[in-house]
Nanobody
Framework: QVQLVESGGGLVQAGGSLRLSCAAS????????MGWFRQAPGKEREFVAG????????YYANSVRGRFTISRDNAKNTVYLQMNSLKPEDTAVYSC????????????????WGQGTQVTVSS
């Protein structure tokens, strides 16, 4: 079992930065691919970024590539999402998720989920 707890959300002006953290419990964290997803009001949940179990491969949605960076520290059982040049359209609840095997963009394939953290970007 893996439990995930996100932190680091908040209110920021457009152009600003935030760093989200996702702390995991469980000894198997380092074997899981991890992803960040977001859901804005009235919209479907969407893939934001993913990182392989080793941290060696990263994946990004086109909408955030070049602005967001995903990373992980397996020694600390934590995955991060550094968000720069934030835009109002980035406003959403951001959730981290874990799955076995490789990173995918399909949220239904992720087994473990955090409760989410709100990110609000003002214009």
């Amino acid at each position: 079992q893996v439990q995930l707890v996100e932190s680091g959300g908040g209110l920021v002006q457009a152009g600003g930065s935030l760093r989200l953290s996702c702390a995991a419990s469980g000894r198997t964290f380092s074997t899981y691919a991890m992803g960040w997803f977001r859901q804005a009001p009235g919209k479907e949940r969407e893939f934001v970024a993913g990182v392989s179990w080793s941290g060696g491969r990263t994946y990004y949605a086109n909408s955030v590539r070049g602005r967001f960076t995903i990373s992980r520290d397996n020694a600390k059982n934590t995955v991060y999402l550094q968000m720069n040049s934030l835009k109002p359209e980035d406003t959403a609840v951001y959730s981290c998720a874990g799955k076995s095997s490789i990173v995918t963009m399909n949220a239904d394939e992720y087994r473990y989920w955090g409760q989410g953290t709100q990110v609000t970007v003002s214009s």
